[in-house]
């Protein structure tokens, strides 16, 4: 009998399961994801599910983390400070696939050097520069980016670039071309750029889950689930973060098909910061060609073809008043639910709630608390933002005592972004605590902020809503109208070329929500989702039937629901893919690009059985490095021709090999 451990560390809460022999679900346990040391929420989880099983941790065979929190970080804005070194490029390519605005103010070098699209040296490298840069630009910053044009093709200038970054500073060091192996150097950059964003905090996440296993008494292999839903070991994913974004929700989707069985079907995830909707298509999600999207960027990473929208059950509330017009919206920032924070600090958060009650106007800062979070690294700080942070302190403090100037309105949320402190304010949650849907925390401060929330005044001079009740339920029914959306959009998305318009217009088209309504006039009109949604995460009995209902389909909420990601993050396989390219510089010569660098042959079989070879060794070494066993690899040839004088001529080709086996599990 085979007991394996699933753990998922989401934005909220960290969940566990225990399975036996990948066939039932013995037990499972969920406890607060404690941010400010993330081993004391995954510790308790795991006990918790151990004590429910009785067992005890020798016999786990294999242990299992999904984690929600690069996700999060990066629809959020949140991570280390970084720096990027660009080689060979131009300063304009900065602004190309958000380059710039995935840097976010972080230093940058673009420097000489980089190779042509056959690997030939474009211009050396200099390396004066980058030393330059590191002694003057570099104050703060926890992780490094290197990119180079075309390093795909010939990553010299990249792998030295490294090695002096890594001498001179020791910080970690990310280069393009391990993330990815297609051409486009500023897609690239943008991948290279997160990855070294992620490291710190992802290292600290899986640094503290192996030692609070060990501390447990779990000796067992420690596995990690990327975005495509395989599975890595736990060192790999520390080296490449960025391939666990959309970990969690890839391991949902793996989680509802173990749990239903469903061929095709919807997923749709609710966590505590996003929605993740994805397609179930003959019992697999599809991989997204184009890498996986996150927020605003789209990166070179392979992952599940996943809709992530910044909306969940702790989604903070905004009022948008357009004329006369009021209307909610939530997301796509996390804050603290007032009910968990009033749970944790009782007589600061009731002692300032039952104040601002007591005034007759409402403060711009009411309901809302601040508190920082210890433990992470704080270099590169303006003045202003570390004043800020030092009258933060230690403590919960409501948000109107710490803010003096409205410029520190910009340095409080620059904090937030490097996830320095967190911001308490009304969310779905509380909503639900009002209305009885949940009773996890404290009801009663959720009550006293929604009181004071819908006090605000609206575009026509009147309140929000008349009471905490009716805004509450005002929340839900917004969160309900924004899921329907986002399962609209996806729908659409894969259609196709079926419609003109773009996903977001077509689900928010006056038609479609005329229909939706079932319209009769003149014009009957009808709307319905033509497949069936697996609703999953804990919040999903609260408020996915009205989702259902909107959308007039089949809404399935398997029994396990809550703790779908721990379910998947446990019953994948280990995949590991490599992928090369063979082009054809001149007549008669075929390049096969190389780690090593490039290696010309005269034949282009040759060269394609010399890449897939090494293409095969390499991820077979990867899949056996990440723990697997009974490995097979299969190649996918992508070989591309050009007609000339009625003869098929080799222009160039891509290989991709792909080793995937199940994880090797403890010896009992």
Not at 167 to 176: D, I, L, M, Q
């Amino acid at each position: 009998m085979a007991l394996l451990l699933g753990v998922d560390t989401g934005g909220t809460y960290t969940d566990a399961v225990l399975i036996r022999d990948e066939r039932e679900v013995i037990s499972s346990a969920k406890s607060l994801t404690t941010r400010a040391d993330l081993a004391i929420g995954v510790g308790a989880a795991v006990r918790a599910v151990l004590a429910e099983a009785g067992v005890g941790p020798e016999e786990i065979s294999l242990a299992s983390l999904s984690t929600t929190l690069a996700t999060n970080a990066l629809v959020e804005g949140q991570g280390g400070r970084v720096a990027l070194i660009y080689i060979g490029f131009k300063a304009a390519d900065l602004d190309r696939h958000g380059l710039r605005d995935a840097l976010k103010g972080d230093p940058a070098a673009v420097i000489e050097g980089g190779h042509t699209h056959a690997g030939a040296e474009a211009a050396p490298l200099d390396v004066e520069a980058i030393r330059t840069f590191l002694e003057t630009e570099t104050e703060g910053v926890t992780g490094f980016a290197v990119a180079g044009v075309f390093a795909t093709r010939n990553p010299a200038h990249e792998a030295e670039a490294a090695r002096i970054i890594a001498a001179a500073t020791g910080k970690p060091v990310t280069c393009s071309h391990q993330l990815s192996a297609k051409l486009n150097g500023p897609k690239r950059a943008v991948t290279a750029v997160l990855n070294a964003r992620l490291i710190g905090m992802i290292d600290r996440l899986i640094g503290r889950a192996q030692d609070t296993l060990v501390d447990l008494g779990i000796t067992a292999p420690m596995m990690v689930v990327r975005g495509d839903g395989a599975l890595m070991s736990a060192e790999q994913a520390r080296e490449r973060p960025i391939e666990t974004i959309l970990s969690g929700p890839a391991a949902s989707i793996v989680g509802a098909r173990w749990m239903t069985g469903a061929d095709q079907a919807l997923v749709s995830d609710i966590g505590g910061t996003t929605t993740d909707v994805a397609l179930l298509r003959d019992g697999k999600p599809a991989i997204d060609p184009e890498g996986a999207r996150v927020g605003a960027f789209r990166t070179m990473v392979e992952a599940v073809a996943m809709r992530t929208t910044g909306l969940g059950g702790d989604s903070q509330v905004h009022v948008q008043s357009e004329g006369l017009k009021t209307t909610l919206f939530l997301g796509p920032r996390r804050v603290v639910p007032v009910a968990l924070i009033a749970s944790e600090a009782p007589d600061v958060v009731h002692a300032a709630l039952d104040n601002q009650l007591a005034q007759s106007a409402t403060g711009e800062y009411d309901g809302r608390f601040v508190r920082a979070l210890p433990g992470v690294p704080a270099g590169g700080l303006s003045p202003r933002e570390a004043t800020v942070l030092e009258r933060i302190g230690e403590a919960v403090h409501p948000l109107g005592a710490i803010l003096r100037t409205r410029m520190e309105q910009g340095a409080l949320n620059r904090l937030v972004d490097r996830g320095l402190v967190q911001v308490a304010g009304v969310t779905p949650s509380d909503a639900s605590h009002m209305l009885a849907r949940v009773d996890s925390w404290d009801r009663e401060a959720a009550e006293k902020a929604l009181t004071l929330f819908a006090r605000r005044r609206g575009g026509d001079g009147n309140r929000l809503a008349p009471s905490a009740e009716v805004l509450a339920q005002m929340i839900v029914d917004q969160l309900t109208e924004q899921t329907a959306l986002t399962l609209l959009e996806t729908a659409f998305a894969e259609e196709g070329d079926a419609f003109d318009l773009p996903p977001a217009d077509l689900a928010r088209h006056v038609l479609m929500q005329k229909a939706l309504a079932g319209h009769r006039g003149i014009l009957a009109l009808d709307a319905s989702l033509n497949t069936d949604v697996v609703g999953l995460g804990a919040s999903a009995p609260s408020y996915y039937p009205a989702v259902g209902e909107r959308l007039h389909c089949r809404m399935i909420l398997p029994q396990h629901a809550g703790v779908a990601n721990a379910i998947g993050a446990v019953v994948g396989r280990v995949t590991m893919r490599r992928s090369g390219t063979v082009t054809s510089p001149s007549e008669g010569r075929f390049r096969v690009h190389l780690e090593q660098g490039p290696l010309d042959f005269s034949g282009s079989d040759e060269a394609l059985l010399a890449l897939e070879d090494a293409l095969a060794n390499d991820a077979r070494s990867a899949a056996e490095t990440a723990g697997a066993e009974d490995i097979h690899v299969h190649f996918e040839r992508d070989i591309r021709t050009a007609e000339v004088e009625g003869q098929s001529v080799f222009v160039e080709a891509t290989l991709t090999a792909e080793a995937s086996g199940r994880p090797r599990v403890a010896a009992e």
